[in-house]
């Protein structure tokens, strides 16, 4: 039985001691600022971006001669000029082909070169890296007296097949580089299972590598088609006839030696810039998965 006094001997049970409070974490510096100082540089930036395509829409939708700010009443005429009278319909038919072209060819001859950079050890390697590398150093004005012999003795001169492998070339090392990086990523015991599994090299290729490397792929491919759409050396140089011309040598046709038909020549520039939009907004997603996560997959 407790007795009183037992109970007043008893020792008083410890309550643990407070927790030290903990050291606040230092703000960054954009944290403290005032919202301000954040959205009106963002809102500068954003005006002097936009400000050029307003001021090319403004000249292909506003009426020849007209001085006003505004595009009323607007008219098309100006692009169906362009479309109609200056040939530009033959040009988009030629850089779609020279542009689908180029990704294809470049995509698949990186995918090759790139997958015997990431898998395979041979003598030379880290020498034909280093020259890859250093080959995007190279202007392409340097190559075009080279290619352009080529191309002659081969009686590719003006032919749209020229122009095609000049940006495969063009494009090919940054293209393999790329492609072996995201081949890197994919474990290498996937491919192994695969061959337990009975299948040869290339069916595990195939079957469980290629999958995982879309998006690199898309990335890669994306920006060999923007760049042989936009480029126009090449096609300049090796290009002579009219109806094989793309569209960067058309829109400087539009600019003559003692006037430039400004409605013309902006409606042209936006008819080279709409696909490119176009492609750009549908493989958005696509394209930022490549470059910020690769080939790993879960």
Not at 12 to 39: C, K, M, S
Request: with cysteine; proline share 7%; glycine share 8%.
């Amino acid at each position: 039985m407790i007795t009183e006094e037992a109970v007043q001997t008893a020792p008083a049970p410890t309550r643990p001691a407070p927790r030290p409070p903990r050291p606040r974490t230092a703000r960054r510096a954009w944290d403290e600022a005032p919202r301000w100082q954040l959205y009106v540089p963002l809102a500068l930036y954003l005006l002097f971006t936009l400000i050029p395509f307003y001021w090319i829409l403004l000249f292909a939708l506003r009426p020849a001669g007209s001085t006003s700010l505004v595009p009323w009443p607007v008219t098309f005429d100006h692009f169906h000029k362009v479309w109609t009278e200056r040939s530009f319909a033959t040009y988009f038919q030629n850089s779609v082909y020279v542009g689908v072209a180029t990704l294809l060819l470049t995509t698949g001859v990186a995918l090759a070169g790139g997958y015997a950079l990431a898998r395979f050890d041979f003598r030379g390697k880290r020498g034909f890296m280093l020259a890859l590398l250093c080959s995007q150093f190279v202007p392409g004005a340097l190559l075009l007296v080279p290619l352009f012999q080529i191309f002659a003795e081969l009686r590719m001169i003006n032919s749209l097949g020229s122009v095609v492998l000049a940006e495969t070339v063009f494009q090919l090392p940054l293209s393999m580089i790329l492609i072996s990086g995201f081949i890197r990523n994919v474990p290498y015991a996937l491919e192994e299972a695969a061959w337990v599994d009975g299948c040869g090299r290339l069916a595990a290729f195939r079957i469980v590598v290629l999958p995982l490397l879309r998006p690199g792929l898309i990335a890669v491919g994306s920006f060999a088609f923007v760049h042989a759409w936009n480029h126009f050396l090449f096609a300049l140089m090796f290009l002579s006839d009219q109806s094989k011309q793309t569209i960067p040598v058309g829109l400087n046709t539009l600019m003559g030696a003692d006037s430039v038909d400004l409605g013309a020549l902006a409606a042209g520039g936006i008819v080279a810039a709409v696909p490119v939009v176009i492609v750009f907004a549908f493989i958005q997603k696509w394209l930022i998965t490549g470059f910020g996560a690769g080939a790993v997959k879960g």
